[in-house]
């Protein structure tokens, strides 16, 4: 998942800050593996990261976001395809097979 992501970055003009800077304010877009990286008070326009503030691992990260909307499914037999746009979990089998 972070090679292609750092790879579409690269490929956009976009370089990784050196790790003594891994907490500069000074960056066009944040990707991180944890929810807690992330200063939401600090980012600021036209900034961006890939979590979202305030909602915690299970709605805050995509991932966490999209295992509760597919478990729908189960609960209350909602396709997740009528109001979810696809996604593709990396770490799933069944998904790299889609």
Do not use: C
């Amino acid at each position: 998942g972070n090679r292609q992501v750092k790879a579409a970055l690269s490929d956009w003009g976009m370089e990784p800050v050196p790790d003594q800077d891994i907490d500069t304010a000074h960056y066009d877009v944040r990707w991180t593996l944890s929810h807690d990286d992330i200063n939401f008070p600090a980012v600021a326009p036209p900034q961006l990261v890939n979590h979202f503030p305030n909602s915690g691992v299970e709605l805050g990260a995509k991932v966490g976001l999209h295992r509760n909307v597919r478990g729908l499914q189960w609960l209350d037999g909602v396709d997740m395809r009528t109001f979810f746009p696809r996604m593709y979990l990396l770490s799933e089998p069944g998904d790299m097979q889609d």
